[in-house]
Structures are given as structure tokens and as C-alpha cells.
């Protein structure tokens, strides 16, 4: 497996970097500007494909599907384990490259390459544990002496489509589950944010995957059309905005897997089952990692009137301790969001519910797109910050009289991705498993806690199907059913 790397330029990232078609570099163009999130300056450039480009890929994919099909268990479990070593080898460029492209803080940007490795490890684990079934079909006298055999296999060619907030890692759980399934993929990484998956394709193609296996192809929605639209991809799994339900539509009779974002909320119970302080930690890293983008981002806040006033003092001091601006520093917490219309969207935002009557708690005034961590209290029910995914460093705090009305307040969203809740009362947080209507519910921590071998996904309009290795490669295969009959 031959290894090689682009020189770099000052930036630190290479000078371009080719996309991947039918597992090949293609240095078309170098027609997309990468900027560096921070300083706006461009920190690389990348070719683009065209709707053209995307075609062949599609083509190549689908050619594709009995060399994946055919290709041993164990031959995908070593291409996956290259690529741990690989991500390992050159883990602390991914690093700069996220910190670049995307304005994450070097140590979130750490932690997203750990995660990549582990998604890969996880996934080459799964790669030979092929699951199947045995059915007793001797239910009656007319079907003694058959047998049933239920074994999976691949579902064919598939689209990805993927967001600016987490370029490697939701790549990971997209390409990974992908190559342990036997499936070849077209995927469309976000072009805000495109480095981090071109260098997974990079590393792919030092393997020995079939030919069309995979293509790596940054373009134009509109280019990326026929990822939706082609019959000839059995699965389409897009990570991003509510334009996903656009994009089941136009689908067709494709599989479709959808994780479109939320409006996380955390209950604070009476009784949080642990010190303020700790629940304070796990709060501000919830609401203010990677400066509120992330989907499952802490976005509300109730807190039962008994802890309230002093859980505000104490997250109104913490949060004052934040540190803002470059995301290189090792001491930056929040860096910048992605990119200015961001930046806008979020500050009239905050300026509407404070002309709404609500008020900030910890916060002030923006810098560039570095919005500083805020929170706020008092904000209207109808205001943007309570009903929409805002995707920036901003929380609310809301007083509750009651575990009851807690939950209540934390379904009233169109939103249903994951819901964290603080509380030492197993009888509350049975009534959270069973009353809040998330995709999942994480007791004694933030809703922002995500491991990348559990089922993944929300209900309502944060989406449908499930993310997490084990699952992901579920949707990527199908069931086969084998029925014997014993002739004596």
C-alpha cells in the first residue's frame, strides 16, 4: 500500500488537494477556496467536481457492487485498520487541518481524529462479524423438515452527503460502515469544509479496494443532484438542514437515512444525583464546545426552581471564564463559527429575544465570527432561540416548578435528537426514558455526549434512521433469506 503526501504550503495544509473519482486522484481544478476560519485568509484550494464528475462516480460505484460485494471480510477489516494506522501517523495534520478549515479549538479538533480512529477500529471489528439467523420454520405439521438461514448482504451503491460542523467524524460514520458492509460510495463532503475527507480518500486509495469503490467528489448541490435522484444508488444517508425531508422526496425508492439537527434541551432535576459544580462543567462544555455547533449542542436549559438561582450564578461565573479567538491557541474554548452569514444569523438572533424581552445572563459583544459564549434567560416561547436549532454558542436557561414540567418543556419542540437530564431519582429518570421524545436520552450528562459505537439518530424533524457502526451498516445491508427443506 503505496503512501505519499502533498507538500504543504505556509498554512500548514497542502497547497490543493485533488478530489477522488472511482478511487483515483483527479487534480481537475483548483476552482474551491478553502479558507482559514480565523484569519479569512484562503488556506488551500480544492478541485471541484461537476455534475459530470458526479455521474461517473455513480457509474463507477454501481459497477462496482459485486468486486465490494465479493471482497472478503477480512480484506475489508485490513483496509479499515490501514486506515487507523494511517489517521494515527499523520493524526496531528488532520488536527490542523479541522482547526484551519473549520475554526474548531485544537483540543476539539484532537478530540474529533481520536474519534475518527476509533469510528475505523470500530468498524474493522465489525468488518468478519457477519450477523445472520437461524429461523425454526417447523411451526406445524405442514412445514416439518424445513429450515430457515437469514444472512445479510450488501445493499449496493451509496451517496453520502455531509456538513461543515464535524468533517471528519460524520464522514467516518458514512465511509467506514460502508467499507465493512461491502458497499461502494459516492460521497459530497461539505465545501466549506472539504480537506478532512479528501485526505480519508487520500489514505483509501493507498488500498486495495476494488476499483470504483469509493470517489471523494466536493460540488454544488445542484451538481450533487443525482445523489438524491439516480436509481441506481440503493441508499442515500445525509447528515445536515431540514432540506434533507426535500431530499427523501426527490429520493425515489432508494433507502434513505436522515440526521437533520436539533434543539437539544438538559433538565437540572431537584436533586441533580451530583455536585452543582460538576453538572455546571458538563454544561458549559455542552453549550459552548466547538463554539454551539454541533446538533446535539446543549441549546436549553430547565432547571427546577429548588438549584435554579444557584446553578445561574454558577454557570454566569463559569461562563465568564471562557476563552475566546484563535482556535491554534491551546487555551481557546470557543473559536470562531463558520463563517460571517453565520455569525449574523446567530447575533440577530440574540438581538430579537432581547427585543422580545429576554436577558442576557453571560455573554458580549462579537468579534469578526467569533460570537462569544452566551446565555440568556426570560426568552419568549416563539423566538428563534427557543423553536430553531441556532448552531452557535448560545444557551437559555429556563426555571421549572416540576419534573413534569420539565419533560413538557423539553418535547415542546419540533425537534428530537438527544436529551440529557441531571437528576439522582431513578424513578425521574425512567419517566425521561419513557416520556421525552428524543432518539436518545443520556442520564448524568449533557445531550451532547456521543459514543461511535451506539445507535445515533433522531424522531420528529431531527430525522430518521440510525448512525453508530453497528447500525449504519444494518441500513448498508439487507436481509437474505435461505429456506431448506430436508428431502428424507
Known sequence: MAKKKSPTGKSGLARSYPYYLANAAVAANTDLEVRDKY??????????????????AIVAAHKARGAMADFPPDKRRDVLEHCVRRFEERFEELALALCIEAGKPIKDARGEVTRLIDTFRIAAGEATR??????????????????????????????????????????????????AAGCPFVLKPAAKTPVGALIIGEILAETDLPRGAFSVIPCSNEDAAALTEDERIALLSFTGGLVGWDLKARAGKKKVVLELGGNAACIVDEDPGMPLDKVVERLVFGAYYQSGQSCIGVQRIYAHRAVHDQLRRKLKKAIAGLRSGDPRDEKTFVGPV????????????????????????????????????????????DADLQRKEVFGPVA??????????????????????QAGVFT?????????????????????????????????????????????????????????LLVIRDPA
Open 338 to 381: 463558520i463563517d460571517r452569514d453565520a455569525a449574523d444569523r446567530i447575533e440577530s438572533w440574540i438581538a430579537a429575544a432581547r427585543k422580545g424581552g429576554a436577558k442576557v445572563i453571560a455573554g458580549g459583544a462579537r468579534e469578526g465570527n467569533i460570537i462569544p459564549a452566551t446565555l440568556l434567560e426570560k426568552v419568549p416561547r
Open 424 to 480: 439522582g431519582n431513578l424513578s425521574h429518570a425512567m419517566q425521561a426514558w419513557d416520556r421525552i421524545e428524543a432518539g436518545g436520552i443520556v442520564v448524568g450528562d449533557v445531550p451532547s455526549f456521543r459514543v461511535d459505537n451506539m445507535p445515533y439518530g433522531g424522531i420528529k424533524d431531527s430525522g430518521c434512521g440510525r448512525e453508530g457502526v453497528k447500525y449504519a451498516i444494518r441500513d448498508m445491508t439487507e436481509e437474505r
Open 396 to 417: 437559555i436557561l429556563e426555571p421549572v416548578d416540576s419534573f413534569d414540567a420539565a419533560i413538557a418543556r423539553v418535547n415542546d419542540s419540533d425537534f428530537g435528537l
Open 130 to 179: 457477519t450477523e445472520g439467523e437461524y429461523v425454526e420454520l417447523q411451526i406445524s405439521e405442514r412445514t416439518r423438515g424445513y429450515r430457515g438461514l437469514v444472512k445479510r448482504v450488501p445493499i449496493g451503491a451509496c451517496s453520502f452527503i455531509t456538513p461543515f460542523n464535524f468533517p471528519l467524524n460524520l464522514v467516518a460514520h458514512k465511509v467506514a460502515p460502508a467499507i
Open 39 to 56: 484569519s479569512g485568509k484562503v488556506a488551500t484550494r480544492v478541485a471541484m467536481g461537476d455534475a459530470a464528475a458526479i455521474r461517473k
